[in-house]
């Protein structure tokens, strides 16, 4: 084939993979918008007896039973319907809104095995859809959804703001967001369970999200007149800015998503962060691992590679372009499969990226993003390449081309009707675990809505600095002696992993191992960054099994300078 049949080839058919792109979005954009709104209370078709303002998970009510209300995801659902409106999507949707402001403001209240409200309450991840407590045992406190809470509710109150309604801000948000902004405010460094539910550990969305709800809260705090308030949530947002920037792992040139269970922390965790946080006004900013950051983009390409060998599905597909992706590789919830949220939320971080390299009339490849831009455009090299160069037409055709391939991948496995459930099955695509599932649907609608370049509003992260007490620290490191006591049995070794580098950043094969010179107690001293918030857990290893401790994980900061010791027994 000549040169040029070849490239008209190649161009048909993009021509062709676009234009189903474009027929999917126009047929299931509306599918999805109305199974989203099926399962809010009390009018939804599909809500079974939920109260006004209460999103369902899903209607699906065995295996798995969904008919449950999550803070997280109801948020993440408002988030949609509080953007449509206040970009003028679609102005119906008002009722929906003030509906879920008055069931948030009950949920708030209701005690719980999390606690009271002012005990810890506003961590419970669920509750029963007629706004009672779920009070069996479940993966608790999750700490994302006051944060998410807080998001969708601070847009909307930015809007009425703008809109002559600061009374209403005032009388009636303001109660409900600072009761979830002094809770993420006070409770942002302590372990609770991912967004996944399994691990207690530090999670890297749960961080993020935290971040920016009280970047945003503290905004609005000094808006309203609330200087306490707004201090208190931009100390916290700096810590936690720092604490965020511990979850990249530079060794393996990727964030470290959870940090608990032995997990390789790849994980659709740090997508969904991406997207979650993004601020089309913050550029490409790696500290706040903006969706065109080199970090979030490295994050991206290796997540989306943990899945090319695990799914049968995805066998055969050459590596520049999408497959199907799942939550994280080792998962095997259900068994294991992709989901449709995950593998589209891939498709909306590179449009997000997108958005921003054409508003700044620039596109930049560093050497942490370089194998990424290079898997697509091989020979891309590092430099910062303006719109008008042949080198920015290239590199960001080929993302929008690999962006436009995760719809497709989700287009080929929804079903005729356009239901899309949780999960499709890693063999043959085929739907599974719970249908209608409310965040599947909201997940379509964000991903439609960045490829169509629309834009969501700022939360104020341009211009956000990590703190120069973090800064600082860099390169500055502590003497750290570990001490546990272990009981083992002849052959048996105690080995020590974690958070840092130092640490060899969770690898059990090059954990450090630690000494028995004072049995039972064994020990090992590493040098540590300075001022850093770590954590770790020791690991047996005897005949090549490797025996993790139980969650959660150990925690520690260390200090500014000096040495220090810990004294720990094997959980
Ligand atoms: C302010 O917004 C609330 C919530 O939607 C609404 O009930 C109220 O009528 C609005 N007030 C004004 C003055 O627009
Ligand atoms: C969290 O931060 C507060 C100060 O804001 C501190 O008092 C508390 O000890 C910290 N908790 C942990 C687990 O680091
Ligand atoms: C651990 O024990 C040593 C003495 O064995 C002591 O000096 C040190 O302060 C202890 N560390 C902590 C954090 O309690």
Redesign the pocket.
Known sequence: MGFLSLLSALLAVNAVWAQSVDSYIATEGPVAKAGLLANIGSSGSKSSGAKPGIVIASPSTKDPNYLFTWTRDSSLVYKVIVDQFTTGVDNSLRGHIDNFVNSQKVLQQVSNPSGTVTTGGLGEPKFNIDQTAFTESWGRPQRDGPALRSTALITWGNYLSAHNNATYVTSQLWPILKLDLDYVA?SW??TGFDLWEEISSSSFFTTAVQHRSLREGAALATSLGQSAAAAEYTT?AD?ALCFLQSYWNPSASRVTANTGGGRSGRDANTVLASIHTFDPAAGCDAATFQPCSDKALASLYDYVNAFRSIYAINSGIPANQAVATGRYPEDVYMGGHPWYLTTLAVAEQLYDALIVWKKQGSITVTPISQPFFASLSPGAATGTFAASSSTFTTLTTAVKTFADGFVAKVAQFTPSNGALAEQYNRNNGQPLSAADLTWSYASVLTAFSARAGTVPASWGAAGVKVPASCQRSEGKSVSVTFNVQATTQFGENIFLTGSADALQSWSPDNALALNADRYPTWSVTVNLPANA?IEYKYIRKFNGAVTWESDPNM?L?TPSSGSFTVNDSWR
């Open positions: 006070n460094n302590q916290q810590n918030a925690r900061t």
